[in-house]
């Protein structure tokens, strides 16, 4: 048969459209990665089953599903999906893959995304925790424990945070926590660069 | 002397200080100098490569630039920070747009990135340049009977960085033996601990824990060894969490292969900042030092 599919028809009539498919969009969020394109893929389940949180049963959707489900361009479960926050980026899907997709490096991606459009997930403590740790470090060059607690203690239940206020009892008597944040030297030079890369409001 | 850019990282400043002491004690041992990176900052961990990759690229940038002012290679004890800082300086080497970019930024700081600092994890310093024929050569007080399992993590193997065996590795078995202590056979010693994911989802990273602490107690491994800060927190800091969630009655020494190599070579448990775990160290040194010489006159 010689003649073009109906869809195609129809684009062809219709208004130009100049939007990105879903696919496309994830395929572009992987401009830094060596590895190679997620169409590549051929489904065999090597990601999902050397991924030890998949593995162990705590992802809604598996590795290789969610690759499916991008292609499929089922988008809305995609974002719906826990998979990618519950990604720990061991990179050992990364390095098993016999297609060499970078796997870990799409779900760091599926992050960003859902960051970017504020369409993560509720309930999840990894937007919280990243967006945190970003403002921290934007604010004095480097890491404080404590201020990271304010942002997953309060989904915690009573049990668990008595834990963890025990744990954190016992390593301050260990010396092991900070009491102090600390902050680098030259934070108006380190402030000024940060602004070349993102537009910050002048007002903390 | 050879001398190194030192970036400790946020982790050795407090939570993984006993790291950043044994680090210092073993390298001056064996004739490295670190020298500290003057005003470094945050590597971004892994958080901040969720928000925003070019501006996690900028902070890795801004280290890289201050080793390569000090014309040195750098080097860093925690892997996530090597990993950082290793594929940044690969993603600016190659795209010179990114670089372009990101050097504009770094100006406002004085600083020029070129890509001319290698970038090492404190692992490899001892692997590759110290060597381990020398380390066993200053080995006074081998831990002989010693029952070590190697925990390599991921980060120091993966991603690939260029075409090691990241399957079969060999080199922390080999660097705990030159330490005159056994390396066990640990079969999840390449599997992850969880990393971030204690804050981020509790539940799944203390299953994998629990796994972890489970294969070394069947390994019958006296200490779990790591070169990783979170990766010791992770596996020493919860157990009693993981014992309380499993019901299981883990007591698991965690420690830093630098102070597994500090005490070998005579330095003293206190000076590599011994002393501050949740899960005492010395105990199973000490049971293991003193039932050596009865096996050893079988």
Request: proline share 5%; net charge neutral.
């Given at each position: 048969?010689?003649?073009?599919?109906?869809?195609?028809?129809?684009?062809?009539?219709?208004a130009?459209?100049?939007?990105?498919?879903?696919?496309?969009?994830?395929?572009?969020?992987?401009?830094?990665?060596?590895?190679?394109?997620?169409?590549?893929?051929?489904?065999?389940?090597?990601?999902?089953?050397?991924?030890?949180?998949?593995?162990g049963?705590?992802?809604?959707?598996?590795?290789?599903?969610?690759?499916?489900?991008?292609?499929?361009g089922?988008?809305?479960?995609?974002?719906k999906?826990?998979?990618?926050?519950?990604?720990?980026?061991?990179?050992?899907?990364?390095?098993?893959?016999?297609r060499?997709?970078?796997?870990?490096?799409?779900?760091?991606?599926?992050?960003?995304?859902?960051?970017?459009?504020?369409?993560?997930?509720?309930?999840?403590?990894?937007?919280?925790?990243?967006?945190?740790?970003?403002?921290?470090?934007?604010?004095?060059?480097?890491?404080?424990?404590?201020?990271?607690?304010?942002?997953?203690?309060?989904t915690?239940?009573?049990?668990?945070?008595i834990?963890?206020?025990?744990?954190?009892?016992?390593?301050?008597?260990?010396?092991?926590?900070?009491?102090?944040?600390?902050?680098?030297?030259?934070?108006?030079?380190?402030?000024?660069?940060?602004?070349?890369?993102?537009?910050?409001?002048?007002?903390? | 002397m050879?001398?190194?850019?030192?970036?400790?990282?946020c982790?050795?400043?407090?939570?993984?200080?006993?790291?950043?002491?044994?680090?210092?004690?073993?390298?001056?041992?064996?004739?490295?100098?670190?020298?500290?990176?003057?005003d470094w900052?945050?590597?971004?961990?892994?958080?901040?490569?969720?928000?925003?990759?070019l501006?996690a690229?900028t902070?890795?940038?801004?280290?890289?630039a201050?080793?390569?002012?000090?014309k040195?290679?750098?080097?860093?004890?925690?892997?996530?920070?090597?990993?950082?800082m290793?594929?940044?300086?690969?993603?600016?080497?190659?795209?010179?747009?990114?670089?372009?970019?990101?050097?504009?930024?770094?100006?406002?700081?004085?600083?020029?990135f070129?890509?001319s600092?290698?970038?090492?994890?404190?692992?490899?310093?001892?692997?590759?340049?110290?060597?381990?024929k020398?380390?066993?050569?200053?080995?006074?007080?081998?831990?002989?009977?010693?029952?070590?399992?190697?925990?390599?993590?991921?980060?120091?193997?993966?991603?690939?960085?260029?075409?090691?065996?990241?399957?079969?590795?060999?080199?922390?078995?080999?660097l705990?033996?030159?330490?005159?202590?056994?390396p066990?056979?640990y079969?999840?010693?390449?599997?992850?601990?969880?990393?971030?994911?204690?804050?981020?989802?509790?539940?799944a990273?203390?299953s994998?824990?629990?796994?972890?602490?489970?294969?070394?107690?069947?390994?019958?491994?006296?200490?779990?060894?790591?070169?990783?800060?979170?990766?010791?927190?992770?596996?020493?800091?919860?157990?009693?969490?993981?014992?309380?969630?499993?019901?299981?009655d883990?007591?698991?020494?965690?420690?830093?292969?630098?102070?597994l190599?500090?005490?070998?070579?005579?330095?003293?448990?206190?000076?590599?900042?011994?002393?501050?775990?949740l899960?005492?160290?010395?105990?199973?040194?000490?049971?293991?030092?003193?039932?050596?010489?009865?096996?050893?006159?079988?």
């Amino acid at each position: 048969m010689n003649a073009a599919p109906p869809e195609t028809t129809t684009t062809n009539t219709a208004a130009p459209d100049n939007s990105v498919s879903f696919v496309e969009e994830i395929s572009h969020l992987l401009y830094a990665s060596k590895g190679n394109p997620i169409n590549t893929c051929i489904q065999c389940g090597t990601c999902s089953a050397t991924c030890p949180v998949a593995s162990g049963g705590f992802m809604d959707n598996s590795p290789r599903r969610i690759i499916a489900l991008i292609r499929a361009g089922f988008k809305e479960q995609v974002l719906k999906a826990n998979t990618y926050w519950y990604c720990a980026s061991c990179y050992q899907c990364t390095v098993r893959c016999p297609r060499g997709i970078d796997i870990a490096e799409l779900m760091y991606g599926l992050k960003r995304y859902t960051v970017w459009k504020a369409a993560a997930q509720e309930g999840l403590i990894g937007p919280t925790f990243s967006e945190t740790f970003v403002k921290m470090i934007l604010r004095t060059g480097r890491s404080y424990e404590p201020v990271l607690a304010t942002t997953y203690l309060f989904t915690y239940g009573l049990p668990e945070m008595i834990q963890e206020a025990q744990t954190a009892t016992v390593l301050m008597l260990k010396g092991r926590l900070p009491l102090l944040p600390a902050r680098i030297k030259r934070l108006d030079n380190f402030k000024r660069m940060i602004r070349h890369i993102i537009p910050l409001g002048d007002k903390e | 002397m050879k001398t190194y850019a030192y970036f400790p990282g946020c982790s050795l400043e407090k939570m993984a200080h006993s790291y950043h002491l044994s680090a210092l004690e073993t390298t001056r041992a064996l004739g490295v100098e670190l020298k500290e990176i003057e005003d470094w900052n945050c590597c971004g961990a892994t958080a901040y490569f969720h928000v925003d990759e070019l501006l996690a690229f900028t902070l890795c940038a801004r280290n890289l630039a201050m080793a390569e002012k000090e014309k040195l290679n750098l080097v860093a004890p925690c892997s996530g920070c090597y990993k950082n800082m290793f594929f940044t300086r690969d993603h600016l080497t190659h795209d010179a747009d990114l670089a372009e970019h990101i050097n504009e930024a770094l100006a406002e700081d004085n600083l020029q990135f070129s890509g001319s600092a290698s970038v090492h994890h404190l692992i490899e310093v001892f692997v590759n340049d110290v060597g381990l024929k020398e380390v066993k050569a200053k080995v006074t007080n081998p831990l002989k009977g010693l029952r070590v399992a190697p925990y390599y993590g991921c980060q120091i193997m993966r991603p690939r960085k260029a075409k090691e065996d990241v399957e079969q590795p060999r080199f922390f078995e080999d660097l705990i033996a030159a330490c005159g202590a056994v390396p066990v056979d640990y079969p999840l010693r390449l599997t992850c601990c969880g990393g971030a994911l204690i804050i981020t989802n509790r539940e799944a990273a203390l299953s994998l824990v629990r796994n972890l602490l489970e294969c070394a107690v069947r390994a019958k491994a006296a200490v779990i060894v790591t070169a990783c800060p979170l990766c010791q927190v992770n596996l020493e800091c919860y157990q009693k969490q993981v014992n309380k969630e499993f019901g299981t009655d883990f007591n698991m020494p965690v420690m830093y292969f630098t102070q597994l190599m500090g005490l070998a070579l005579g330095i003293s448990p206190k000076r590599l900042g011994i002393g501050s775990e949740l899960v005492a160290v010395m105990p199973a040194i000490k049971e293991a030092q003193q039932a050596e010489p009865a096996l050893a006159g079988k």
